[in-house]
Structure formats: C-alpha cells, structure tokens
C-alpha cells in the first residue's frame, strides 16, 4: 500500500522548458516532505525538501509547491536542462517514539532533451 | 556519500540460499535504513535502527532480517533468497544536522 502516490512515471521535456512532478498523499501525520534525486548506479540524494507550515520553497531552479488541504505538494524544474536527467522521487517522513521514517513515491524518470 | 559503505556492491546468489548485506558507516549516526528499490514501486523501507540492538521493522520486512551490534554497522540478512528479493538495496543514515537521509550507492541483488 503505497502511502504517497506520484505522477507521472516518466516525463520528457525540452531543454529550457517547466518539469512538473506531482505527488499525493493521505497521512496527515507526516511532517516533512522531501524531494530525491538518483542518477544511474548512485544512490538518491537529497534535492530540495519542505515542511508543511510553508506553501512554496525554491532552490535555484528547483520549487516546491505544498498544498496542504490537498493534501498534494509537487516540484518544479525551471529552465529544465540534459543534466537534469535522473530519477525524481517525493517522500514523505513521519515521527514515531523509534523515530522517524521515510515513505517513498514510486518515482519519476525525468528525460531533458537538449 | 557521507562515510557510507555498502558492500558488497554487487551479487549474484541462487535461491534458498543466505545472504547478508553489509552498511558501515563513519560518523557515528545514530539512525540507519534498509530500503529495497525496485521499477514502480520506488524506495520500500524493509528495517531500521534507531541505536544498537535497536531495531523495527518497515512496509516489506517478511524474508528480512537485520542485526546492528555496534554503531558503525548495520546488517540485512536474507536468511533463504528467493527471486522476489532479487533488487538493489539501499542503506541510508539520517543526517544529525537536518530531517534528510544520506544514502549508500546500493548493494544490485541478483537471486537466480
């Protein structure tokens, strides 16, 4: 059961052009939200990530928007560039008394065309 | 990767035997993860360590089970492989200075 829903599975943009990644969540226990970046054969690194008192937070060219009463929060690459291309997963943590976990979306392959 | 070594780095092992993936790590972290990724189904937590002898289970713990004896270490043990656990697995540690995870370069598991 797949707590934090993510779309689209795979996405191909032009160089230059807005990448969109969206995800959903249900849990309204968790308390930050993450973005991860993978390129082949490394592991994820930490991208950009929010907490859920905030609507948007940017980092360069990366954004993300949190809607809290949706219950959504998604990622904006701007001006979107071939280097750009990886793995993007959303992920969301939540508190327990053994501390905290992180729950992953299924992921998105991001692919920039020069 | 933040003094994270996972090892070893790739495997190929037949089925119904034991395995043991290895997660050291140099910076004396108190919490370490075990996550598994496979295609549509992004990162599953399968354990966690939240100190030494201290572990929980995560989403896909059944045919897993891990071990962590001193800081630096932390063990997943596939006690009989089955192909379903053929993936690459991922250790991480939760960063002291902020709420993000630092994560290994992946142990590729192969189960024929």
């Known amino acids: 059961q797949q707590q934090v829903k993510q779309s689209p599975q795979s996405l191909i943009v032009q160089k230059g052009g807005i990448s969109i990644i969206n995800c959903a969540y249900e849990n309204t226990a968790f308390d930050y939200f993450p973005w991860y970046q993978q390129f082949p054969g490394k592991g994820p690194a930490l991208l950009i990530a929010i907490r859920p008192d905030v609507s948007e937070k940017k980092e360069g060219r990366f954004t993300i928007s949190f809607n809290k009463s949706a219950k959504q929060f998604s990622l904006h690459i701007m001006d979107s560039q071939p280097g750009d291309s990886a793995t993007y997963f959303c992920?969301?943590?939540?508190?327990?008394?053994?501390?905290?976990?992180?729950?992953f979306g299924e992921g998105t392959q991001l692919t920039v065309n020069p | 990767d933040a003094g994270i070594t996972q090892s070893p780095r790739h495997k190929v092992t037949e089925t119904g035997t034991p395995v043991t993936l290895r997660c050291h790590q140099t910076e004396n972290h108190r919490y370490m993860y075990w996550y598994r990724q496979d295609p549509g189904h992004g990162l599953r937590l399968i354990h966690y360590?939240?100190?030494?002898?201290?572990?929980d289970k995560g989403e896909v713990s059944d045919g897993y089970s891990v071990s962590r004896s001193k800081t630096e270490d932390f063990l997943l043990t596939l006690e009989s492989a089955t192909s379903s656990q053929t993936s690459v697995y991922f250790c991480a540690i939760r960063n002291r200075d902020s709420y993000g995870y630092t994560f290994g370069s992946g142990t590729r598991l192969t189960v024929v």
């Open positions: 992920a969301a943590r939540i508190q327990q008394t053994s501390g905290s976990r992180l729950t």
């Open positions: 360590s939240y100190g030494v002898k201290d572990t």
